[in-house]
Every structure is written in structure tokens, then in C-alpha cells.
């Protein structure tokens, strides 16, 4: 028996997702929710899903769904978690949790009371070279990290909107701070400026800050800085985290990890698709109930979130922000 799994959303990453999960024969997509009859149609056709549906609460009344795919902008989450909890079904959903933290706490503490499955995409836990970062970094003591989220600006209209995608820290630079927890413990202490030189200037109703930087301390005594721009032209850009050990540097970036020690240099290319990792530890947890595959749960995604809305709350208040 295939797996009954709805989605919700017809955007850039809805598409991402019904590729992946196509491939598979053990689900099938039976059903789609999207902002308008026409766009969930015109998804359905595209991606042979029986289904489509505007609204989700006939969605829920019309199909038995064994999990949901979340996979809306920053500003529309909240009714479709809350639904998936009352019902008890699972959910993936993308990051980040919404554009401010009083939501997912209330969805967290909604998910805690039910005991339910969730899924979050920090999708690079799931690659090899975060893996042997963070086995590198249990060798060898660590003194500070930087990051870096250096980029074009996203052009659908959402993301320029401080309200609708909750700015480009929140949104985009949240992969590097959720790498750095991952491999490196918690944060308890935020502190951030953030600025606008360039895209207000260029597009209209553009309320996103478009370069920052934050501050973090970790509760090892770490510290990281992590900078952002989405100033860049298409095309050129940098992500990427480099830590100083005792040891030496190791460097990270998106197609792989650098441990430079003083006599000898090593390299390890990425090998795993980690969108296709994070869809198989999912989907293995609803089959087998065993979510110990699954690197990023709401409750620990909620840590990510908890970080990236101080660094806001921080940027504007001017002062360093404490976690507890
Ligand atoms: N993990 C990653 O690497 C990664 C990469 C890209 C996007 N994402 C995340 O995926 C999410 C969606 O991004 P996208 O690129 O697909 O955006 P998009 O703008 O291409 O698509 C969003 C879709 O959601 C629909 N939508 C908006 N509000 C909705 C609502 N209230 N209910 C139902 N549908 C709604 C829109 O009509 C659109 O079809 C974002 O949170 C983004 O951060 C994650």
C-alpha cells in the first residue's frame, strides 16, 4: 500500500518536492492545496496528482491522508499546522517556521501535546559534508566559526516584504545558523545590524534589510559571526562556514568540506543528495515509526527559529539579545 501523502503549495518548491517523491513507488501525492482552484489544477495536471483543491479544510474533509507537505512562504503558516495537529496527521514542512516566533511556539507546543511525527528542511544536515564536519569538530577543540550567506535577491514578491518573508536572516541564512547548532550546540546569546544599501533602490517595496551581520555566542563559550547580502547579481555568490580549531580550519561550503591542518590538506566532495535524504528519513518514520532518521524536527527547528527572530529583534533594538 502507497503512502497518501497531500501538499500544500504549487510554488518553486512544491515542484522540487512531487519530483522526489515521484521517483518513489512506496508514495503517491493523491492530493494538492493552492491559493487558487487554477494554480492547484494546473499543479495536479503537471504532476498526475488526482486531486486539487483552494481550500484545505476540504482537503482534510475529502481525502484520508497518511502525511502532508508543507511547502507555503514564511507568512502562511499557522492554520494548515494547527488542522494537521487536531487531526493527528504528520507533517513536512519547510523552513523557516513562519516570519516571527510567537506562531511556531504555538504550534510547537500544539505538536508536543500530540506527540506528532514533523519534519523540518534544514535539508544540509542531511549532506555527507556536514556529517564530517561535524564528526571533525568532536576531534578537535573549536574557538570560533564565521558564515556567510552572500547573494541575489529571490525574485518573487514575498521575499523582498520584511512582513511576508521575515527578511533574508530568517529566511535564507537560517541554514547556516541551524548547520552551526547542529554541529556545534546551542546559542544563548544574539546580537545583529542590519542595514539597506542597494535593492530598495533598485525594485520597489523592498522593506528587507539587504546586508547584516550577527553576532552568536554559544553556550560552549563559542563565538560565530554570520553575514549576509542579497546585493549580488545573479550568479555570483558565497555560502559557506569555516571553523578555527585548535587543530587548524575546516571549510564548508555547498558542494564540500576542507580540513586544512598545518601539514596536510583533505578534501571530501559532497556525495549525497540531501533533499532526497531528508524525503527518505520522512518518509521511512511514517512507514516504520522510527523517526530517529529525521535530523530536524519542529521541536529542534524551533531552536533555529528562536535565533534567527532575536537576530531581527536585535537589529532593530540595537542591543544584544539573550536566549534562555
Ligand atoms: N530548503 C530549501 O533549500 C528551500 C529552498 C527553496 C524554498 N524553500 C522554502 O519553501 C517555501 C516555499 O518556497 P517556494 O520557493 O516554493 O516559493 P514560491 O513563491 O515559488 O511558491 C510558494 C507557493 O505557495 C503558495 N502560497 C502562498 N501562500 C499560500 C497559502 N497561504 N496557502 C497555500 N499556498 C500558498 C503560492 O501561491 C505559491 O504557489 C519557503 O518557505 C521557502 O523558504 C526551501
Redesign the pocket.
Known sequence: MKLRIGM?????????HAKLLAERDDVQIVAV????KA?AEA?AMAWEIPSSYES?SEMLDGESLDAVYI??????HG??EMKLIERGIPFFV???LGVDIELPQQIRTAIQQKSLLTSV????RYTDTVGTMKQWLCEQPLGMMTGQWMGSM?Q????RDQAR?GGQFI??ST?IVDIMRYCAGEIDEVYAMYSQQVMHKQFEGVTVPDVGTVTLKFKSGVIANISNTCVLPNGVGKVGITCYTQDGILEWDTERVTRIEAHQTTVRNKQVDP?RAENEAFIHALKTGDTGRILSDYEDAFKTQQVTVAAWESAKSGLPIRLS
Do not use: D, N, R
Open positions: 500544500i503549495g504549487s510554488g518553486g518548491f512544491s515542484k522540487m492545496c493552492g491559493t487558487s494554480k499543479f484545505f511547502l507555503v512562504p514564511p507568512m502562511s492554520e494548515y519547510e523552513k523557516p528542511g534544514y535539508h544540509f529571490p518573487v514578491a514575498w521575499w518573508s529566511e535564507q541554514h533533499y
